[in-house]
Structure formats: structure tokens, C-alpha cells
């Protein structure tokens, strides 16, 4: 009687459809089928998950009204800030001016913080919105842009290293 109820509320207040993207419980994948019981995902590997309703606890909907490009990106100590601010916003108005992408973006990719400073590079917080499930491939050309942008405007994408200083005993 849990899963026909739990399943009742999920459909009545249209928590997700078939078809959209969502993390139960640990298990993401594609809707494939609700019923009254229980719910049907296919996750990315195509592996099918049958999910009772009353087991659930928590349902997060990746594609519902719109998905975000959420991107955390290291550059080197010695990068001029305002210059990568300004290359990550064109890069991003570029993105969202292209035909074969316009129509997908809602809010361009822009800088919004700095997030971190880490072991090899000042982390930068990337932000954008896209309808839902486009967000996947508009992260994926937003960042082949980046990496083309940061490449010609001489920005470092720094990677771990290790700096070993050699002591010279006395003789």
C-alpha cells in the first residue's frame, strides 16, 4: 500500500515524467516507465533499475524547467583575472550567438567567483543555464571552447606538480 500511495503523490504532483533525468536514491538514469508501484530507469550504461515507490526517500529531477552548466575550472597562480573573466564571458556569449547552440541556452556560461585557491591553481566558478537536458552538451562544447580560448590567449590549465629542493650536505 506504501508504493501505491507514494506513487499516487509522485505522479499527482508531477515530481518527473518518462523521459526525464533523475537521481533516486543514489540510482540516476532516464524514466522509462512509472506506474502506481514503482518506477523504471535505464541509467547511462543501459542498465535497467525497477525502483518501489515506498522505498524511496529522495527523487532529484535533473530536467525539469531547465538544467544548469556548472563548471569548476583551475587556471594558474599567474593568471590576470579580469582577462580570463573577459575570455570565459565571450566564450560564453560566443556559445550562445551560435546558431547550433542558440536556441539550448537560456543564460550564457559566465564567470560568477572565484571558488578556490588549490594546491596548482585558482579554482573559477562557471555558471549557465539551458533547457533541460541540453546541458550535458552544452558543457561539453563550452569547455572545447575554453580550452581553444585559453590556448591562444596563453591561459594555463595548471595539473599537479612537485617541486623537490636538494639539500647539499657539508663536506
Given at each position: 500500500?506504501?508504493?501505491?500511495?507514494?506513487?499516487?503523490?509522485?505522479?499527482?504532483?508531477?515530481?518527473?515524467?518518462?523521459?526525464?533525468?533523475?537521481?533516486?536514491?543514489?540510482?540516476?538514469?532516464?524514466?522509462?516507465?512509472?506506474?502506481?508501484?514503482?518506477?523504471?530507469?535505464?541509467d547511462i550504461n543501459g542498465t535497467v533499475h525497477h525502483i518501489t515507490h515506498g522505498s524511496i526517500v529522495l527523487a532529484s529531477?535533473?530536467?525539469?524547467?531547465?538544467?544548469?552548466?556548472?563548471?569548476?575550472?583551475?587556471?594558474?597562480?599567474?593568471?590576470?583575472?579580469?582577462?580570463?573573466?573577459?575570455?570565459?564571458?565571450?566564450?560564453?556569449?560566443?556559445?550562445?550567438?551560435?546558431?547550433?547552440?542558440?536556441?539550448?541556452?537560456?543564460?550564457?556560461?559566465?564567470?560568477?567567483r572565484v571558488n578556490d585557491f588549490a594546491d596548482s591553481a585558482i579554482m573559477i566558478k562557471i555558471l549557465g543555464e539551458t533547457?533541460?537536458?541540453?546541458?550535458?552538451?552544452?558543457?561539453?562544447?563550452?569547455?572545447?571552447?575554453?580550452?581553444?580560448?585559453?590556448?591562444?590567449?596563453?591561459?594555463?590549465?595548471?595539473?599537479?606538480?612537485?617541486?623537490?629542493?636538494?639539500?647539499?650536505?657539508?663536506?
Open positions: 500500500i506504501k508504493d501505491v500511495l507514494t506513487g499516487l503523490f509522485i505522479i499527482l504532483e508531477n515530481q518527473y515524467r518518462i523521459g526525464d533525468i533523475v537521481n533516486i536514491d543514489g540510482t540516476s538514469g532516464t524514466v522509462q516507465d512509472i506506474s502506481l508501484r514503482k518506477t523504471t530507469l535505464r529531477n535533473l530536467s525539469k524547467d531547465f538544467a544548469r552548466v556548472n563548471l569548476d575550472i583551475g587556471v594558474a597562480y599567474d593568471t590576470n583575472l579580469e582577462r580570463l573573466i573577459e575570455i570565459v564571458n565571450r566564450t560564453g556569449e560566443e556559445l550562445a550567438s551560435d546558431p547550433g547552440f542558440s536556441e539550448f541556452i537560456i543564460a550564457p556560461p559566465k564567470f560568477l533547457k533541460p537536458l541540453k546541458q550535458w552538451e552544452i558543457a561539453g562544447e563550452y569547455r572545447k571552447r575554453l580550452k581553444i580560448a585559453f590556448d591562444k590567449e596563453g591561459i594555463e590549465i595548471p595539473f599537479p606538480q612537485r617541486v623537490i629542493h636538494q639539500v647539499k650536505s657539508p663536506d
